[in-house]
Every structure is written in structure tokens, then in C-alpha cells.
């Protein structure tokens, strides 16, 4: 048994190459890696033992060639590449060319096996649902894709998603990855103003990627020894965390610095964050992978307990003045370009609009934690009592109306004019055999695109501009489109009307409409 593996040297694919080196049965791991990636070094020292076994392929997914290599003579193909915010927020060309281009490539890649086809393991991203409130915590496959504006990482990986649910690889499985937690986790937040992006009250169900790493070998495991054709391949899930790792943004912020003896209303103001235009949800559905797969473990606490044990130079941070942390850690992350109080200083009106609705709106965010409504102290958006609980327990919380019955594959004809009429489309193919027959559609705009019934019923997928173009038009689809407004209009007033773009030198850009 042969397996390819791509973002061997990120966090879930070290944590993966951990868990896949004891599977005996695979005797071969070949490995992409960037040319100029230093991390292999330490990587390949790390699993010496296991060298053998390994073959290391210097290249670009960009490159078509180079995926051709990886896939030659493969069994699988385990696909973690990918290029995150902050990384794809500074260098956005970057992530286009590993998310969607390179994704492209590798899919191209292996459609062109036609003796022995490897089957693909494709990781996707929770970003794909878009920013969530209070209104929808909750969020399931199937439910509508609404991308966050100016999130070239989003974005990239919605496309490349599309291409993998719409190719003609045999057996492919999309598993949108939950937020991560990793070794890396300060080090990484506390370069960059990306941190600032992470709404107070967003919902988060976090995953660690030891047990994204155990998920990875036991799909492998258990496919190696039975057909997993029916209820695994060619499908799309949600790796979740599981119940005890369902919490909010401020509450991770939180447990972080716990590890300096201090809490986030210590280091953080109400204004530092943005209130909305963030990707966060907790899953419906995440017992199904871990049904499946049985790979949750770990929990919030258990992380930060071990974190906090193995990076005692964090520790230090207990006998240091909070002010001057608050002063040399955070506020100095004010100048970083990708902060939010930074957009507001240097009048960055299409950012301040995404990420607050306006200066307006951020002015009227209350200047100290008594008068901010924290979610997790019982107190909703508007200061009205709930039960924080309640909320996490599902206790009166609404689902995404589907426009058909989401829990019976079985859908009908008209299952899908349902959907295509919600959407403010239509479906122009007069009949169909099966979810993976390829229709015709027409959105809202009058354009007519390919697509699956599943990609568009069970993933969430609805052709709209940020699938062509790096634009974002929610604020107007969202005014004909019955199932985007569901969503947009949790975090959006009815009477704005604006598009964002980038221009061709990624500037954020905002027009009216």
C-alpha cells in the first residue's frame, strides 16, 4: 500500500505522518514538499526510523507536472496542503495558487489515472459557512456557503472544494476541517493582527490536530479492510470537536492567556475585535465523522492542561505586569495591517464596513467589558438574558431551513426546482437518475452552471460570484436568494447594498449596488 500526502510539514500533517507511520500495512509515504519548506529537516529527523518508507517530492502544486509525480502509482492521495490566514491574507496570490489552482492540478491529476485510480482524501475548511451569531451557532453540510468578504482563504478554498465535488475522481471524501488547535497556537496568533479578527461571541467547535491526525489514519485503516463505499466515499463532512469543545471566541482567547495568569478582559478591550465578517459554528453533525472514525479525544481543556505543561516559557508571562503585556504583546499588533484597529485609524472603509458595519457601528462598541455583552455571561447581542447553555444544548436553536428534507437522500425532482426557486434560480434540466448526475442550473443572475445534486443539496453550493472572481455579493443576493438570507441577515442590516472586491493588486475594495 502506497499513499501521497501534501501539507506533510503543517500542523494536522505532522500530526497525521505521527498516526499514518503505524499503519504497517503502507509501505511507502510520499511526501510534496515546497522547495524552500526548512520545516522537512526536522520533520524527517523526528521519524528517522521510519525513513525507508519515505519519499520526499520537492515541488509546487502549482506545478501540474509535479502532481502527476505524486499521484503516479499512489493508493491514496491525503490532501492537507493549503495556504491559512494570516499567510494567505498577506501573500493572497499564494493561496490562490495551492487552494485553488493547485487543488485544480491534483484533482486534474488523478481524473488522468485510468488503471488503479488512488482514491482522495480532500481537507476543506468550516470557513466555507461564514461568519455566525447568536441567531445560527449551529451549522450543518447542506447548509448554505456564504464566505466571509475580503477572505482570500475562504474564498480559494470554496473554489477548490467545488472542483473536488464536481471532478471525476471515483472515490474522493471532503472533510471540512473545525477550528485547529496546535502547538503552535501563540506563537503563530501573536505575529500578525489576525487574532483581532476572531469575533467575541463567534461559536467554535474546535478540533486538535492530534485527532485530526488519528481521523486521517483511521479512515485509512478501516478502508484498507472493508468497502467504505456507501457510507464514506464521495460524500462531504465536517470534522468536528465534539460537545466539551464547543465554546466562543472570547472563551478561547481566554483559556490562552489563562497560561499567563491573566484573562482575556485583561489584555483585550470590547473594540480591539471584529464584531462580524468572522467563520465560526459548532456542528450539528460532528458525531457523524466520529461515528464513523472514532477519533475525538481530546478537549479544550486537556489542550491548554498540556499546552501550558510543555511550553513553561509561557509561564513566565505570570510575574510580568499585565499592563505591559497588554502594551508590548497586543496593542503593538495595532501597526500590523491585518488589525482591525488598524483599518479604523487608517480609515479603511470597505474592511471597517465587513468587519463592523461601519465607523459608526464601531464607535457605539462599548468601551469597557461591564457594558459588552458577552455571550458566555448569559447576555445575547442586545443585552437581553439567555441561557449560554440552552444555546450550546441546542435548546431552541434554529436550523437553516433546506427547502427539502435534508435527512432523506432520497430527494425528488422536485426537491431540487425547490432549492433552485429558494436560491432565486432554477433547475433546467428536465429529469435525473441520481445525486452524482450532472445538471444544469440557473442562478438568480441569469447564468447557467454544472453541478451534482449533492454539491448543491448535501454540500451547500449555489453559484454566485465569489466562485469566479474574488468578490463578495451577499448584500444583494441575499435580498432574492431565501436561503442566503437566512444567514446574512443574522450579522447584516436589509438596506445595505454594498459589493467588495479585491482589485488586481488585492486592495480591498467596496462599491455600492
Known amino acids: 500500500m502506497k499513499i501521497a500526502i501534501t501539507g506533510v510539514t503543517g500542523n494536522m500533517g505532522q500530526a497525521t505522518l505521527a498516526e499514518v507511520v503505524e499503519i504497517e500495512a503502507i509501505e511507502k509515504i510520499r ?144 472533510l471540512r476541517q473545525t477550528a485547529m488547535l496546535h502547538d503552535n497556537m501563540l506563537s503563530d496568533n501573536m505575529s500578525d493582527g489576525l487574532m483581532f479578527h476572531t469575533c467575541f461571541n463567534a461559536p467554535l467547535e474546535w478540533a486538535t490536530a492530534h485527532d485530526s491526525g488519528v481521523l486521517i489514519a483511521n479512515i ?13 466515499w464521495r460524500k462531504c463532512f465536517n470534522i468536528g470537536g465534539g460537545s466539551e469543545n464547543r465554546v466562543t471566541g472570547y472563551d478561547i482567547l481566554n483559556d490562552g492567556f489563562k497560561i499567563i495568569g491573566g484573562s482575556a478582559k485583561d489584555f483585550f478591550e470590547p473594540n480591539f475585535n471584529a464584531t462580524r465578517n468572522f467563520h465560526g459554528v459548532w456542528f450539528y453533525d460532528s458525531k457523524v465523522l466520529d461515528d464513523l472514525f472514532h477519533y475525538q479525544s481530546q478537549t479544550t481543556q486537556n489542550f491548554w492542561q498540556s499546552f501550558g505543561k510543555s511550553h513553561g516559557i509561557f509561564k513566565l508571562g505570570k510575574i510580568v505586569p499585565k499592563c505591559l ?56 447581542e442586545n443585552g437581553e438574558l439567555l441561557s449560554f447553555e440552552g444555546l450550546k444544548n441546542r435548546e431552541n436553536a434554529l436550523q437553516i431551513d433546506h427547502f427539502f428534507d435534508i435527512d432523506n437522500a432520497n430527494v425528488s425532482l422536485e426537491d431540487l426546482k425547490n432549492v433552485a426557486k429558494a436560491h432565486g434560480g432554477k433547475l433546467l434540466s428536465k429529469n435525473f437518475s441520481g445525486l452524482n448526475d450532472k445538471l444544469e442550473w440557473q442562478n438568480s443572475d441569469g447564468e447557467t452552471f454544472e453541478a451534482r445534486p449533492y454539491t448543491v443539496l448535501f454540500a451547500g453550493h449555489w453559484m454566485n460570484p465569489t466562485y469566479t472572481q474574488n468578490a463578495w455579493d451577499f448584500d444583494r443576493l441575499a435580498k432574492t436568494d431565501k436561503i442566503y438570507a437566512q444567514v446574512w441577515y443574522d450579522s447584516h442590516e436589509k438596506d445595505e447594498d454594498n459589493f467588495y472586491f479585491y482589485d488586481k493588486d488585492f486592495n480591498a475594495r467596496m462599491k455600492k449596488i
Open 31 to 174: 511526501m510534496l514538499v515546497l522547495p524552500d519548506d526548512k520545516r522537512i529537516k526536522k520533520l524527517l529527523k523526528r521519524f528517522k526510523k521510519h525513513k525507508k518508507r519515505f519519499e520526499v517530492l520537492y515541488g509546487n502544486l502549482a506545478d501540474k507536472s509535479v502532481c502527476e509525480k505524486l499521484v503516479c502509482g499512489v493508493d491514496y492521495v491525503v490532501g492537507l496542503a493549503a495556504v491559512i490566514p494570516p499567510l494567505s491574507d498577506q501573500a493572497p496570490q499564494k493561496a490562490i495558487e495551492c487552494n485553488e489552482i493547485g487543488i485544480g492540478n491534483l484533482v486534474s491529476a488523478i481524473e488522468s489515472v485510468e488503471e488503479n485510480q488512488p482514491k482522495f482524501i480532500h481537507t476543506s475548511t468550516l470557513a466555507l459557512y461564514g461568519n455566525r451569531n447568536q441567531h445560527h451557532p449551529w451549522a450543518m453540510v447542506g447548509d448554505p456557503l456564504l464566505v466571509s468578504p475580503f477572505d482570500i482563504y475562504s474564498a480559494t478554498k470554496l473554489r477548490g472544494e467545488f472542483r473536488v465535488l464536481e471532478s471525476n475522481i471515483k472515490n474522493f471524501a471532503v
Open 220 to 232: 485509512l485503516r478501516r478502508d484498507m479492510t472493508e468497502d467504505l463505499s456507501q457510507v464514506f
Open 325 to 380: 503585556i497588554k502594551k508590548f504583546a497586543i496593542k503593538r499588533l495595532f501597526k500590523n495591517n491585518n488589525s482591525a484597529k488598524f483599518w479604523v485609524k487608517h480609515n479603511d472603509q470597505p474592511r471597517v464596513m465587513a468587519y463592523f458595519g461601519g465607523k459608526e457601528k464601531y464607535d457605539a462598541i462599548a468601551k469597557d467589558w461591564k457594558h459588552f455583552c458577552l455571550l458566555n455571561e448569559n447576555k445575547g
